[in-house]
């Protein structure tokens, strides 16, 4: 819309002109600030602030906080509110599984923190948030919160902490393993058990068990666990299929071992044999490797044989054993 307004000396100024634009953009967002600002200790929605639209003329536009909060601040929250509630059906970043809970962080537009006018923010933002979680006909609750993350983790008293204090930590967040898991190998026949040796990609030797029915830890409980696999070799006699064991360190231990750590035989924990088509006669070493599933939370161990290191064996299929407890999130 073309609009023209003259005055007494007949002249005409434009009000979509640039130079009319240019003096509005540029003195709106004061306006708009001081207007708020009014507004932080009593919300009246009928308070208003004068804009002029030229320094040439005086007319102005009477901009009301009702206008700002409904046609400005909520169309901008309510877009907002789509992009959080977008994640809860997508499945690259949980599968399959629903998020329970929502919390949100932050003041977008820096309002100041317990003014009257940020109340007026979260409780829009809550209500957008709630209404899309119902739209979508999940059991999400979502919460959020009217603190800073600063008034969060101030100590508000001497050598007491705010209930969300342990909860920021510095670090890349990831996934790592809720357990402790060592391997050894035994005999299905003499309940004897086989010495072995850990071998890199080149071959060459890192560790050696002496076949006392010691365990080689290979996942470190509170660690990301490697998909690289580990190699192991083996030097039993015979035709019969070794029992590869999986043991799990009983959580109560008081800190996890080491990577490559020897456990006692008779650490207290829980065996996964797992027995099959490994060809002993034929193959002896093995390549044991983890791996991460996402819609399960878990960690699947597969044991498969290798002629030579980089080459798979005579045995397609891999023994399998999949590891239900979940995975913990950590900043390591």
């Known amino acids: ?18 130079k009319t634009y240019s003096n509005i953009y540029r003195n709106l967002k004061s306006c708009v600030i001081k207007l708020l600002e009014k507004n932080k200790s ?13 320094t040439k003329c005086g007319c102005g ?23 959080i509630l977008s ?35 979260t409780m829009i933002i809550q209500k957008a948030i709630d209404d899309g979680i119902y739209i979508k006909e999940k059991d999400t609750k979502a919460f959020v919160l009217k603190e800073s993350i600063f008034q969060l983790l101030k100590l508000f008293a001497p050598k007491k902490k705010p209930y969300l204090y342990e909860r920021f930590v510095t670090g890349t967040l990831c996934q790592v393993s809720s357990e402790t898991y060592a391997i050894r190998v035994g005999s299905s026949e003499t309940g004897m058990f086989y010495p072995f040796i850990r071998i890199n990609s080149n071959g060459d030797i890192r560790n050696t068990i002496i076949g006392d029915g010691s365990y080689l830890v290979f996942i470190q409980k509170g660690k990301p666990f490697s998909t690289k696999g580990l190699i192991i070799q083996t ?8 029992i590869i064991e999986i043991f799990q360190l009983y959580s109560s231990s008081s800190t996890a071992p ?4 020897l456990l006692h035989g008779s650490t207290p924990g829980i065996n ?31 044991i498969g044989c290798m002629v030579n290191i980089g080459d798979y064996g005579f045995y397609p299929d891999y023994i399998n054993r999949t590891k239900m407890e979940p995975l913990t999130l950590a900043y390591v």
């Open 87 to 121: 994640s809860l059906t997508n499945k690259t970043l949980f599968g399959n599984y629903v998020p329970n809970y929502i919390f949100v962080f932050g003041n977008p537009f820096n309002l100041t923190y317990g003014s009257k006018i940020y109340t007026a923010y």
């Open 272 to 302: 996964y044999n797992m027995v099959g088509t490994l060809a002993s006669s034929s193959f002896r070493r093995r390549l044991v490797e983890c791996e991460q599933i996402n819609s399960s939370l878990s960690i699947k161990v597969s």
């Open 235 to 242: 030097n039993e006699e015979g035709d019969e299929d070794p």
């Open 258 to 261: 080491d990577k490559y750590a």
């Open 42 to 54: 009593n919300l009246d929605m009928d308070s208003r602030i004068q804009l002029n639209i030229n």
């Open 61 to 83: 536009i009477s901009i009301f906080l009702r206008n700002i909060i409904e046609v400005g601040l909520t169309s901008v929250i309510e877009n907002m509110a789509t992009d």
């Open 1 to 18: 819309m073309y609009m023209i307004r003259y005055d007494e000396e007949d002249t005409h100024y434009d009000f979509q002109s640039f």
